[in-house]
């Protein structure tokens, strides 16, 4: 089992930044690759962006150029800095880790289903 804890969410204006944080703790194994989700109002959840533990990233379309997903694996925590902020990244994000990482040209996908294990979210609000 693996317990895993988001912070870093509030309120900032269109342009802005934003750094997410996300403690792992519990079985490390579970941990090898980990991602970011996020859910809008009304919205379905959908991946932004996956790591594997040796660094390997992968991003959805309309995150690239702008959010980094990184991660301390001595400290057993995930990063998603969030610049040039828009009002449509405004939604609840998770975090999520597997076992696992499935890969598309070498990038780890952040696709929901690959995930087992999920955070309880933390809001980011983006207004203008």
């Known amino acids: 089992q693996v317990q895993l804890v988001e912070s870093g969410g509030g309120s900032v204006q269109s342009g802005g930044s934003l750094r997410l944080s996300c403690v792992a703790s519990?079985?490390?194994?579970?941990?090898?690759?980990m991602a970011w989700f996020r859910q809008a109002p009304g919205k379905a959840r959908e991946g932004v962006a996956a790591?594997?533990?040796?660094?390997?990233?992968g991003y959805t379309n309309t995150v690239k150029g702008r959010f980094t997903i990184s991660r301390d694996n001595a400290k057993n925590t995930l990063f998603l800095q969030m610049n040039s902020l828009e009002l449509d990244d405004t939604a609840t994000y998770y975090c999520?880790?597997?076992?696992?990482?499935?890969?598309?040209?070498?990038?780890?996908?952040?696709?929901?289903?690959?995930?087992?294990?999920w955070g309880h979210g933390t809001q980011v609000t983006v207004s203008s």
């Open positions: 999520a880790s597997a076992q696992v990482c499935h890969y598309r040209n070498d990038a780890p996908r952040a696709s929901e289903s690959y995930f087992p294990y």
């Open positions: 519990g079985d490390a194994t579970s941990t090898y690759c």
């Open positions: 790591i594997s533990k040796d660094g390997r990233a």
